[in-house]
């Protein structure tokens, strides 16, 4: 199994382009997470889904927008790019939202905005 | 003040030492307790979890909590070069959505 899959691994934008990140699970997840991840600052969350066709603001939501495509799939986007949004994005998913889930990462995409 | 604060470090220690971290959280409220690992460039893996009071050990690695405290601790014993990553302390408050820490970076010195 592939676990969580997220593409692309790398991206370099210039500032005011859009984009989205994919990410995917094969696991039967119900819960998918966006976090992002800068230097000193651990992992923050942007967005959540706590199963298929809901979706909810985490820590820092502005300037990112998602979709829960299915039950497989949800992706981040960024309708106009800025240079603070230079980080590592990290997809995750949980088997439900329940307080006792772990959660299982992919192996994140490494974004650069000019 | 933040949900989830570890020593910032970085913490080096001797090969076959103990490796002592520590997290504190700010959520009275907070049931589960993670502990990931994180080498560089790449992306958190778990290694401990605990819900209750007490200690848990898997392996090398011992985790603690102590929840009128709102402290949890991980304990890496024969600390080997391997073991030179970030390790990152979870929490899942009230709120459902895990709070990390920012992180702290273990050298394990040969």
């Known amino acids: 199994n592939a676990g969580v899959t997220q593409t692309p691994k790398f991206q370099v934008l210039k500032t005011g382009q859009s984009m989205t990140l994919q990410c995917a699970q094969d696991?039967?997840?119900?819960?998918m997470y966006w976090y992002r991840q800068d230097p000193g600052m651990g992992l923050r969350l942007i967005y959540y889904s706590a199963s298929e066709g809901t979706t909810d603001k985490g820590e820092v939501p502005n300037g990112y927008n998602v979709s829960r495509l299915n039950k497989r799939e949800f992706s981040l986007r960024l309708e106009s790019a800025a240079p603070s949004q230079t980080s590592v994005y990290f997809c995750a998913s949980t088997r439900d939202g329940g307080h006792n889930q772990p959660q299982h990462f992919g192996d994140g995409t490494r974004l650069s905005i000019l | 003040q933040k949900e989830v604060e570890q020593n910032s470090g970085p913490l080096s220690v001797p090969e076959g030492a103990i490796a002592s971290l520590n997290c504190t959280y700010s959520d009275r409220g907070s049931q589960s307790f993670f502990w990931y690992r994180q080498y560089s460039g790449k992306s958190p893996e778990l290694i401990m979890f605990?819900?209750?009071?007490g200690d848990k050990e898997d392996g090398r690695f011992t985790a603690q909590l102590n929840k009128a405290s709102q402290y949890v601790s991980l304990l890496i014993r024969d600390s080997q070069p391997s073991d030179s990553a970030t390790y990152l302390c979870a929490v899942i408050p009230n709120d459902y959505k895990l709070s990390f820490g920012a992180g702290t970076t273990v050298t394990v010195r040969a």
């Open positions: 605990i819900y209750s009071n």
């Open positions: 696991m039967n997840h119900n819960s």
